[in-house]
């Protein structure tokens, strides 16, 4: 047991290494931190979604941004999709593939961020979320884990991170990205909250 958890870190720490080895990739996720910046100081929303684990981090990442993070602060506006009612009502009705996008029709305005998820890179439901998003004039940021050419054009901000031939390598770099755009807009918003060089 314990190769196979010394070999488990060994791969997740691999692919953290290749995400920091990608000055391309580490360029997006400081351009979607800046573009969520933006978002907030508009007074605007971030929508955030996606599917099983993916959808656990959407999720996540909202609650950290009305709740808190590392510290107490104002509460920033973020909704993760994850309504059951609605979910489950549009499934049934329109079909899966329009449950985000259905959402987003609804509730999204234009100044608002759509923060989807998709480890896979080809997830309909996310396609059409990003699609209703640009047609409400909404800025979208896509965390995949294969590179997608449909969503990387519905994309304000394209972040991809592959971490292996397994979604669950993705969906631990997916986090730690989740993680610093999080607090890249605490450092703006709320510098005292690192003043002390945290």
Request: aromatic content about 6%.
């Amino acid at each position: 047991m314990k190769q196979h958890i010394n070999a488990s870190l060994v791969e997740a720490q691999q692919s953290l290494n290749a995400l920091l080895a990608n000055p391309a990739a580490l360029d997006t996720i400081e351009q979607a931190g800046q573009l969520l910046i933006d978002v907030f100081q508009r007074k605007g929303r971030v929508y955030s979604c996606g599917n099983g684990g993916s959808m656990c981090d959407a999720m996540h990442f909202a609650e950290e941004l009305t709740g808190r993070y590392r510290l107490d602060r104002a509460a920033l506006g973020a909704t993760a999709i994850s309504d059951a009612g609605h979910l489950t009502c549009v499934g049934n009705d329109h079909g899966y593939e329009q449950v985000f996008s259905r959402y987003i029709e609804g509730h999204g305005r234009a100044g608002d961020c759509l923060l989807a998820l998709s480890t896979s890179g080809t997830s309909k439901n996310i396609i059409r979320a990003a699609q209703a998003a640009q047609a409400q004039g909404m800025s979208v940021i896509i965390l995949s884990g294969k590179r997608s050419e449909v969503l990387e054009a519905l994309s304000s901000v394209y972040i991809c991170t592959p971490g292996g031939k397994f979604a669950d390598r993705v969906q631990e770099l997916h986090i730690k990205v989740l993680h610093i755009l999080i607090e890249l807009v605490e450092r703006h918003f709320f510098p005292e909250n690192y003043a002390d060089g945290q």
